[in-house]
């Protein structure tokens, strides 16, 4: 089944202490991205990737970091977490990363950071 | 810079009756357009989209929406709404002049009643 898989689905942190989400996509897609969404704001670009070791700041980058190793997987990285981040997390994909383009989402991860 | 609004935070509708949310958009031409929904719980999934040509499009879930070029509008609608629709439903603008950044509105929550 094709699907965007996102680890954890839940995760409770405490200031400043490390963590990474994991996104893995197999659909064999170039393009893979990571949203916020927040309470009357919607969804919010972090970053998005265009394929291997490419990678480009959204429009809310500040605090985080991203990796693209390998074509299926885009960890987020957040290096010293904020309670301002948290949020609900979504991992997306898409074939090329074309605008017109259908894109794939992930469950979700729910982040609360104490 | 492109932006996406969605006028209606939330919206409660009975359960055989019609709906319409909205959708205004901000940008120099005509972007690539999109409905979103998110179920309780999961990721968002495409409903229609739009590009050009007719600007009457047809969606899964019996879902339509109307691009009105002179109003910045795409708005979805449903003849008759079942309790299954209950969602958060999002309005996403993708650039026709770059690749890989999106835009999406803040979510308009629907309530369906019996």
């Known amino acids: 089944e094709a699907q965007v898989t996102q680890n954890p689905r839940y995760l409770i942190t405490v200031t400043g202490k490390k963590l990474t989400v994991t996104c893995s996509q197999n659909m064999n897609h170039e393009y893979m991205s990571w949203y916020r969404q927040d309470p009357g704001l919607g969804l919010r670009q972090i970053y998005y990737s265009m394929n291997v070791e490419v990678t480009d700041k959204g429009d809310v980058p500040e605090g985080y970091k991203v990796s693209r190793k390998e074509k299926r997987n885009f960890p987020l990285i957040l290096e010293s977490p904020s309670p301002n981040q948290t949020s609900l997390y979504f991992c997306?994909?898409?074939?090329?990363?074309?605008?017109?383009?259908?894109?794939?989402f992930g469950s979700g991860t729910q982040l609360s950071v104490l | 810079a492109q932006s996406v609004t969605q006028p209606d935070i939330h919206i409660t509708v009975s359960e055989g009756a019609s709906l319409e949310l909205r959708c205004n958009y901000s940008?120099?031409?005509?972007?690539?357009l999109f409905w979103y929904v998110q179920s309780p719980g999961q990721g968002l999934q495409l409903l229609l989209k739009y590009f050009s040509g007719d600007t009457l499009v047809q969606g899964i879930k019996g879902f339509e929406a109307e691009f009105k070029r002179s109003q910045s509008s795409f708005n979805l609608r449903k003849p008759s709404v079942h309790w299954s629709d209950a969602a958060e439903y999002f309005c996403a603008v993708g650039a026709t002049d770059s690749w890989g950044k999106f835009q999406f509105g803040a979510g308009t929550q629907v309530v369906v009643t019996p």
């Open positions: 940008y120099g031409a005509t972007p690539y």
């Open positions: 997306a994909s898409s074939l090329t990363g074309l605008s017109n383009e259908k894109l794939f």
